[in-house]
């Protein structure tokens, strides 16, 4: 099993510049990078300081020149918010610019907020619905002298300028949850990345299910791969990790009020929950996110670990977005690559 950073600039509070921030996104991309991990992803997003990503090619490029080693992920760029010939074309200057190390994640997208303000009136089913017409339209015009007549786009005879590096085109990986993304990933010969979030095993092992029964449907003469995207934290002692354990149960807090679109948001930033509404929320408890992902000491991690590896999972990876210090983020980081990934060598 590969490992894998997964990471976005995080603003909590107004006290925070843009430009640490960005220096901060550098520095655990470079520690990624010296410490052997086999890539870096950064996602993309609009109007949310939760998650400042507003165009992941333009930080993967920066990053290029930065990293040595690593591949260089977009985890995930969101389809409805673009056309197929922008994207085919715009990741086809990345990989170039990169020398052939990006990997390109395709999502339906998340959050109501951003649906609401680049593509007023769409839901998620019209959302799958365009990612659903847009891989397969990238691929071609990645050939080129491509003809497409869409539900949402139409265009004439057109190629991608410039085509990408890499033979047969960048590896595309279609962020899935439900069998028939799954299904549809394996069909155009993506790879799958899934996310559990908050959930536990069950969650997990019911994924890759999922994965293989398209692949056993579909998969014939491909060869797809499967990465996990989960939030991890090693510790250096129990103190460590129950304060670790706190820091993302208030992520997942904030991620959930984004995700339901009720609360207040000023310039960027959701009104914070108080401790009393935090409490309350039993499914993003502490407790919950100590059971349910790889938090704890080294050993802890390992043990957990080796669980998904054993249920087939090629790649791990690591997110780190988690409303805790800088320094916490690099220090857990570097005990991930220290004391972790050595027992998977």
């Not at 250096?236 to 820091?247: G, M, P, R, Y």
Request: aromatic share 10%.
């Amino acid at each position: 099993m590969k490992f894998s950073l997964f990471v976005h600039m995080e603003r909590t509070d107004e006290s925070q510049t843009y430009e640490q921030l960005y220096h901060d996104f550098i520095e655990l991309a470079k520690i990624a990078d010296d410490g052997g991990m086999h890539a870096v992803w950064t996602g993309e997003h609009h109007g949310m300081n939760f998650t400042i990503a507003p165009n992941p090619f333009l930080n993967l490029i920066d990053l290029a020149h930065q990293t040595k080693n690593v591949r260089l992920g977009t985890g995930t760029v969101i389809a409805p918010f673009w056309h197929p010939i922008r994207l085919a074309g715009e990741a086809a200057m990345t990989d170039i610019i990169t020398n052939g190390r990006l990997e390109l994640g395709i999502a339906r997208g998340a959050y109501n907020f951003e649906y609401e303000r680049l593509m007023p009136g769409m839901d998620a089913m019209e959302a799958g619905g365009r990612m659903r017409e847009l891989v397969p339209a990238v691929q071609a015009l990645w050939k080129g002298n491509y003809v497409h007549n869409g539900t949402y786009t139409q265009f004439p005879k057109t190629t991608s300028a410039p085509k990408p590096i890499q033979k047969g085109g960048v590896p595309m990986w279609i962020a899935a949850r439900d069998p028939n993304s799954h299904n549809f990933a394996i069909e155009q010969g993506c790879n799958v990345q899934v996310t559990p979030l908050w959930q536990g095993i069950e969650e997990i092992e019911t994924l890759m299910q999922r994965f293989n029964d398209a692949k056993a449907a579909h998969g014939e003469g491909k060869n797809p791969k499967i990465m996990l995207l989960q939030h991890a934290y090693v510790g250096s002692d129990a103190d460590d990790v129950a304060e670790a354990a706190k820091s993302i149960s208030r992520f997942y807090c904030h991620f959930g009020a984004w995700f339901k679109n009720e609360r207040p948001i000023n310039q960027g930033i959701i009104e914070p929950l108080s401790e009393e509404e935090m409490a309350k929320i039993e499914m993003y408890a502490p407790k919950k996110m100590l059971e349910n992902m790889p938090i704890g000491t080294a050993d802890t991690v390992i043990e957990k670990l080796k669980h998904y590896e054993a249920l087939g999972y090629d790649e791990f990876s690591f997110w780190i977005d988690s409303s805790m210090s800088h320094k916490d983020k690099c220090a857990s980081l570097r005990r991930f690559i220290t004391e972790v990934m050595p027992a998977f060598a």
